[in-house]
């Protein structure tokens, strides 16, 4: 009596009769331009959310709905917070729609993988020579090593018992958003295409210091950096969840120091 996987084994062990091997199938992605369309609309998404963030707050008070209500609303460190916070489930929803459509799932197409130690340990290295470079450049510069703005905000909320919403929201919801349409969703896409990873780490790159256009150019620069490092990590570690957790790490850093250490 032969055992049930014994021609299994036979059949391995011929070299007339190769053993079948069953390999997943290639992951479905958007590529360079519908990466970029659905980019657009993602960035679109995570704008209305945001925005409409502002208008509920201004409708709750009884303000009409027009460009003052929304500007005097939305300088308040309260409802800034809102608005990033509400960016964040806009985001996702578009992400996912974007995937759904090309029938992949969520987590492989965002490469959405917890990294190992090292990889944590070595991207937080990267990130901490980085933002100390430049540090010691604005100091050299006698320039200021954080936004005037940002500064007057941060302070500003915590001093209107808004400190822990707005730590959250630039702290967790802020790096989500953006990481998954950044790092995510264009770095998928626009590494399977023509740019390859170089040119979709550098690309993904601009994009993400396009949404932080409030800066000057001097900070813009910085931010373009973090991302090129951020970028590499992703393709080298093959996790999202490196620069989300990199992102979030620099952000409650410059929080904390801005609101309660005074720096």
């Known amino acids: 009596m032969s055992l049930p996987n014994e021609s299994l084994l036979m059949d391995s062990l011929n070299p007339d009769h190769p053993p079948l091997i069953i390999r997943p199938a290639p992951l479905r992605v958007w590529k360079?331009?519908?990466?970029a369309l659905w980019g657009l609309l993602v960035f679109v998404a995570m704008f209305v959310g945001q925005v409409g963030a502002v208008l509920l707050l201004g409708a709750m008070?009884?303000?009409?709905?027009?460009?003052?209500?929304i500007q005097s609303v939305g300088r308040e460190p309260q409802a800034l917070a809102l608005s990033v916070i509400m960016g964040l489930p806009a985001t996702l929803a578009a992400v996912w729609l974007a995937i759904r459509i090309r029938k992949a799932t969520f987590v492989d197409y965002l490469a959405l993988r917890w990294p190992d130690?090292?990889?944590?340990?070595?991207?937080?290295?990267?990130l901490i020579l980085t933002?100390?470079?430049w540090e010691v450049?604005?100091?050299?510069?006698?320039?200021?090593?954080?936004?005037?703005?940002m500064t007057d905000l941060l302070k500003s909320g915590r001093d209107n018992g808004a400190a822990l919403l707005l730590l959250f929201a630039f702290s967790v919801a802020a790096p989500m958003s953006e990481e998954v349409l950044a790092r995510g969703f264009l770095f998928r896409g626009w590494s399977a295409s023509f740019l390859r990873v170089p040119g979709a780490i550098i690309?993904?790159?601009?994009?993400?210091?396009?949404?932080?256009?409030?800066y000057d150019l001097y900070f813009l620069a910085e931010?373009?950096?973090?991302?090129?490092?951020?970028?590499?990590m992703r393709y080298r570690a093959n996790s999202l969840w490196l620069t989300i957790v990199l992102h979030a790490l620099n952000n409650m850093t410059a929080v904390v120091l801005t609101m309660w250490l005074g720096g």
């Open 203 to 214: 690309l993904s790159s601009l994009v993400w210091t396009a949404v932080h256009l409030q």
């Open 32 to 35: 360079f331009w519908g990466t």
């Open 117 to 126: 130690w090292k990889q944590l340990l070595l991207g937080a290295v990267g």
């Open 137 to 149: 450049v604005s100091r050299s510069l006698g320039r200021e090593a954080t936004p005037g703005f």
């Open 131 to 133: 933002v100390l470079a």
């Open 223 to 232: 931010v373009f950096s973090i991302g090129l490092w951020f970028g590499y």
């Open 61 to 69: 008070r009884g303000l009409p709905l027009d460009m003052d209500s």
